[in-house]
Nanobody, 124 residues
Framework: QVQLVESGGGLVQAGDSLRLSCAASGRTFGINRMGWFRQAPGKEREFVTAIRWSVGSTRYADSVKGRFTISGNNAKNTTFLQMNSLKPEDTAVYYC?????????????????WGQGTQVTVSS
């Protein structure tokens, strides 16, 4: 079993920055990707970004490209989400995610482990 713990959420104003962290523990051997999803009130959970440990490649949702940056430490199974130029529409609960499988996509259904979520609120 793998446990994911997020931290770093909070209330900020539009244009501000925020950094989220996620640490994995437990049986982490086999995690090949870590990333973030978010869920706004009344909306479905959506993919934000992910990083593949083997090659360090990253993927972003169009809505956050150029503003959000994912990074991490493979050996420590930690990942960080630097969010700049935040907008009110970025308000959501942000969930850390971990994938164990190979040859599967980044969709929500392929995520193997979830964190408990951390609230990010951006005021206008």
């Amino acid at each position: 079993q793998v446990q994911l713990v997020e931290s770093g959420g909070g209330l900020v104003q539009a244009g501000d920055s925020l950094r989220l962290s996620c640490a994995a523990s437990g049986r982490t051997f086999g995690i090949n990707r870590m990333g973030w999803f978010r869920q706004a009130p009344g909306k479905e959970r959506e993919f934000v970004t992910a990083i593949r440990w083997s090659v360090g490649s990253t993927r972003y949702a169009d809505s956050v490209k150029g503003r959000f940056t994912i990074s991490g430490n493979n050996a420590k199974n930690t990942t960080f989400l630097q969010m700049n130029s935040l907008k009110p529409e970025d308000t959501a609960v942000y969930y850390c995610a971990a994938w164990m499988g190979y040859g599967v996509g980044y969709a929500l259904v392929h995520v193997d482990y979830w964190g408990q979520g951390t609230q990010v609120t951006v005021s206008s």
